[in-house]
């Protein structure tokens, strides 16, 4: 079974400027989640989706960051403007139901100068 | 605030011998635990769960331990070997999962 796919693995841009990170879910899976992991913490969940509708986004900046699931499968987040302070990696994760175990992508590296 | 936080950042082991990582939480209602580990490059990887119902719960070379009135959990690992190096996460699940800072763990050959 293939797992989450993210791309690209890294990415590198200055402050300012725009990025975005896409993520494919395992197959089937119904619940969608984004997690911004900066260097030396865990993970913090940013947005979490069941299917194309948003189930929590507390988290998210929403000034700058946004996130899109259109057709309940493949999801895009995006930043823009970007700042120094956006340097982590952004970790995607799927499971077949809400509460279910989650199966994490390699996650995308972002390095904003 | 709420939190699930680690005891130790770093724990270097010799091979063979068992590891011990330790995670404490602050909220007494929390019922639902998991660890994870994550190599360098790579996601969080599943390792095991365990609910409040239990005190512990065993799999293939890792036991975890919850003690709920000191609010503690621990992760063992038996005969560390190389490949477990890593950076070891515990979280509460509550529908969504909030992660402690991690234990890295280093194996020593």
């Known amino acids: 079974e293939a797992g989450v796919a993210q791309s690209p693995r890294y990415k590198i841009i200055e402050k300012r400027q725009s990025v975005a990170f896409w993520c494919n879910p395992i197959s089937g899976h119904a619940t969608l989640y984004w997690y911004q992991q900066i260097l030396g913490q865990g993970p913090k969940l940013l947005i979490q989706?069941?299917?194309?509708?948003?189930?929590?986004d507390s988290q998210l900046p929403k000034d700058r960051f946004s996130a899109e699931r259109l057709k309940g499968v493949d999801s895009t987040l995006k930043i823009q403007p970007a700042k120094l302070e956006d340097s982590a990696v952004y970790l995607c994760a799927s499971s077949l139901r809400r509460g279910d175990e989650q199966f994490f992508g390699p996650g995308t590296r972002l390095t904003v100068l | 605030g709420e939190s699930v936080g680690l005891h130790l950042p770093t724990l270097s082991v010799q091979e063979g011998d068992n590891s011990i990582i330790n995670c404490a939480y602050s909220n007494s209602a929390s019922d639902y635990f998991i660890w994870y580990k994550q190599e360098s490059g790579k996601g969080p990887q599943f390792i095991i769960d365990i609910r409040s119902n239990m005190d512990k719960r065993q799999g293939q070379r890792v036991t975890v331990l919850l003690n709920k009135t000191v609010k503690h959990l621990s992760l063992q690992i038996a005969a560390t070997q190389p490949g477990d190096s890593a950076v070891y996460f515990c979280a509460e699940n509550r529908g969504k999962l909030v992660f402690g800072a991690g234990t890295i763990l280093r194996v020593k050959s």
């Open positions: 989706f069941q299917n194309n509708g948003v189930v929590d």
